[in-house]
């Protein structure tokens, strides 16, 4: 339900955006809707009149998939859409309101008298930030509520909105003359600063990162917890070297460098930051093999290890934990587990007794097959009281935590003395799943420092 209010919710703002203006200026005598209206039957009415077709075609869709609730594609994919949703309903409305009392939907040609050529505020960087709009919102809508039938009608409607885009050129290339063709040759057709340099390519990168940050830094406040989330803030601190880097390389580009900075210094930062990048995507690739990792069957042991409770019900990644070590008991009828886990300050009972009772009356795990290690605090621990329990170095254990958290468990069981040990990785909860895996990265780095 949720879901389907914030999709209604973009899609009343984006299309109030379109009605009000189109009011506002009828209350000028301002005709807006241009589209299909011309007298002359020629290639270019069709494809206006199409195009009007489709346009309506597609919000109707979008409403019977809303309500239908009919979404094919996991959550991480309705999050992305809702990105796209929000970002095309603030690129629409900086649209109408920087082309003011210019702004018409589809070719105005028995008015073109008055009209301006309008190249300043977002137009500086789209020529058509209209059309641009409708694309992100219903790639949105789509990705949000995906299903064959809005792909057909989403995809037909972009199609002919670019055959309208096409269109329009055309005709303001031969109204406006040498004007219209200096300002395509400096601004792109959908977005960018026309064409694309090494620092142009930079600009746009660092830029879509900050507004992805910033728009993922609210997901996770909302998905995981609040402020509450362990490095939330990091999304904050990527945002604004982004940005800054834009502002940076907007000033490279347009030539208004106010600070030079000494070469050597560019040098150097640019070796560090690839080093730092290699070093990123390296660990990364280790984080993310361990979450695919296969578990060995029959193991002896098991280790579960502690996420957090709330109260005497464990948090969303020590369910995803309990969930994954049931289904590995159930698999591999000999193996034993070990719920590791203490009671933390908010916590009713200890984590290794609550992983204890989902397991024997959620899961039906027989109590035999059950023992617990209540001690410890954080993973060293758990690891380190659970071998004591074991009592055997070299004994077939399996860790079960969380996928991004494989790779430092098992650095840290090897570290232990652990000799034949695996990964038994549950699922990573995404959307924070990606934060989970980004912070893991320093997670790693801490071990590596510490045991170099």
Not at 104 to 133: C, H, M, Q, W
Not at 173 to 180: I, L, V
Not at 412 to 420: H, V
Request: charged share 20%; hydrophobic share 50%.
């Amino acid at each position: 339900m949720t879901y389907r209010v914030i999709a209604l919710l973009f899609l009343l703002v984006f299309y109030g955006i379109y009605f009000i203006k189109m009011l506002l200026q009828r209350r000028k005598g301002i005709v807006t809707d241009q589209i299909a209206k011309g007298k002359v039957r020629d290639k270019g009415f069709y494809i206006e009149l199409i195009m009007k077709i489709a346009t309506m075609l597609v919000p109707l869709t979008e409403v019977l998939s809303i309500v239908l609730g009919v979404a094919m594609l996991p959550i991480m994919y309705r999050v992305i859409g809702m990105y796209f949703a929000f970002i095309g309903d603030i690129v629409f409305f900086a649209s109408v309101y920087t082309m003011r009392d210019s702004w018409r939907a589809g070719v105005a040609a028995d008015d073109e008298k008055e009209r301006k050529l309008v190249t300043t505020g977002i137009y500086n960087y789209s020529r058509n930030p209209a059309f641009l709009g409708f694309d992100l919102v219903y790639a949105g809508i789509l990705l949000m509520f995906f299903n064959p039938v809005l792909l057909a009608v989403s995809v037909f409607a972009m199609v002919m909105l670019h055959m309208q885009i096409l269109r329009e050129e055309e005709f303001l290339t031969s109204f406006f003359g040498n004007d219209y063709t200096e300002y395509k040759e400096r601004t792109s057709r959908y977005a960018g600063m026309g064409k694309i340099t090494v620092s142009k390519a930079l600009l746009y990168i660092y830029f879509v990162l900050g507004i992805w940050s910033v728009l993922y830094f609210f997901t996770c406040l909302s998905y995981g917890g609040g402020f509450s989330l362990s490095w939330v803030w990091l999304w904050l601190l990527i945002a604004a070297f982004s940005f800054i880097r834009v502002w940076m390389l907007k000033s490279r580009i347009d030539g208004n460098e106010k600070i030079k900075i000494p070469k050597i210094f560019v040098w150097a930062y640019r070796i560090l930051f690839i080093v730092f990048l290699t070093y990123f995507a390296i660990t990364e690739v280790k984080i993310i093999g361990a979450m695919r990792a296969r578990a060995k069957e029959d193991l002896d042991y098991i280790i579960v290890l502690g996420a957090g409770l709330h109260g005497t019900e464990p948090s969303n990644p020590y369910k995803a934990r309990i969930e994954r070590a049931a289904m590995y008991l159930d698999e591999n009828e000999g193996t034993i587990v070990i719920a590791s886990g203490g009671q933390g300050k908010f916590e009713q009972i200890s984590e290794a007794e609550c992983a204890k009772r989902k397991l024997t009356s959620k899961y039906g795990i027989d109590e035999s097959r059950i023992l617990l290690e209540e001690k410890s605090t954080d993973t060293e621990e758990n690891l380190r009281y659970s071998l004591e329990v074991i009592g055997d170095p070299a004994a077939s254990v399996g860790i079960v935590t969380n996928g991004f958290h494989e790779l430092r468990a098992l650095s840290i069981a090897k570290r232990e003395g652990y000799e034949n040990v695996s990964s038994v990785p549950a699922r990573t909860l995404f959307p924070v799943g990606i934060h989970y895996v980004v912070r893991e990265f320093f997670g790693m780095t801490e071990f590596y420092i510490k045991n170099f």
